[in-house]
Nanobody, 123 residues
Framework: QVQLVESGGGSVQAGGSLRLSCAAS????????MGWFRQAPGKQRELVAI???????NYADSVKGRFTISSASARRFLYLQMNSLKPEDTAVYYC?????????????????WGQGTQVTVSS
C-alpha cells in the first residue's frame, strides 16, 4: 500500500507563489506515475500536473508555464511549485499516484490519494 501526505497549502494574493509537497511511503517501487489534482467547490476534480517514473511531465493548459512538478528520492517526494497564482487556482490540491505507467486521463484512474491541502488565492 502507498500512503501520500500533502503539505504547503495556504492563502496568498494573486500573483504570489506557493510550493506544495507530498511525502510518499509504503510500496513506492510499485508507482510509475504521480501527479497533482485539484478540486474547487462545486467543480469536478481535475488534473493539474503529472510526472512519470522516467521524469517526463505533463501539465493542464490552465497551469502551463506557471506550475512546475518535480520529484525526488525515487518518488519518495513530490512537489508542485506554483507561480503567478490566480483566484481561479483556488481549490483543494491532492497528491495522487498510479501503478500503471500509462498517462491517466481521469482522476478515477489514480490508485492512491493524499488527504488534500487547501490553496486559496485572493484578488
Amino acid at each position: 500500500q502507498v500512503q501520500l501526505v500533502e503539505s504547503g497549502g495556504g492563502s496568498v494574493q494573486a500573483g504570489g507563489s506557493l510550493r506544495l509537497s507530498c511525502a510518499a511511503s509504503g510500496t513506492i517501487f510499485s508507482i510509475n506515475v504521480m501527479g497533482w489534482f485539484r478540486q474547487a467547490p462545486g467543480k469536478q476534480r481535475e488534473l493539474v500536473a503529472i510526472i512519470t517514473s522516467g521524469g517526463g511531465t505533463n501539465y493542464a493548459d490552465s497551469v502551463k508555464g506557471r506550475f512546475t512538478i518535480s520529484s525526488a528520492s525515487a518518488r519518495r517526494f513530490l512537489y508542485l511549485q506554483m507561480n503567478s497564482l490566480k483566484p481561479e487556482d483556488t481549490a483543494v490540491y491532492y497528491c495522487a499516484a498510479r501503478m500503471s505507467g500509462v498517462l491517466p486521463r481521469n482522476p478515477d484512474e489514480l490508485d492512491f490519494w493524499g488527504q488534500g491541502t487547501q490553496v486559496t488565492v485572493s484578488s
